[in-house]
C-alpha cells in the first residue's frame, strides 16, 4: 500500500480543495491529511472561519481521505512520516522547495494549485 500525507488548514472548503485532495490521493492508496489544529492557526497567525472540529468533520466526510491528523508544529512533518508510514508527500506548488528534506525519508511531490481559486481570495471578494 502506497500512503501519501499532505498538510493545510482547509478552512472555506472549495472546489481547488477537492481537486488537490483527489489529486494527492491519485499519488497513492491511502491519504493522510494533517490538519492545521486553532491553536497551530493562532501561532502562524492565521484565523479560520470553521474551527478545527468543524473542519475535521468536513475533510473525514471526502471520499479521498482516509485520515485525518492534527498539525500542531512546524517541525512535526519527519514524525508523522515515521509515523504513518508514509511513501509520498504532498504540498501545492506553491511551497515548492520548502520541503525538500523530506526527500531523505519519502518521495516529495508538489502539485499545481487550482489558480482561480483560493480560501483568500473567498475572503477578499465577500469583504468587498
Known sequence: MR???TYGTFD???????????RCKEQG???????????????KGKK???GYEDRKRMLEAIRYVDLVIPEESWDQKVRDVREYHIDVFVMGDD??????????????????RTPEISTTQIKTDLSS
Do not use: M, P
Not at 492508496?29 to 501561532?43: H, R
Open 3 to 5: 500512503r501519501v500525507i
Open 12 to 22: 472555506l472548503l472549495h472546489y481547488g480543495h477537492i481537486r488537490l485532495l483527489q
Open 29 to 43: 492508496d491511502y491519504l493522510v491529511v494533517a490538519l492545521s489544529t486553532d491553536a497551530f492557526n493562532a501561532a
Open 48 to 50: 479560520s472561519y470553521f
Open 95 to 112: 511551497w515548492k522547495g520548502k520541503f525538500d528534506n523530506l526527500e531523505d525519508y519519502c518521495e516529495v511531490v508538489y502539485l499545481a
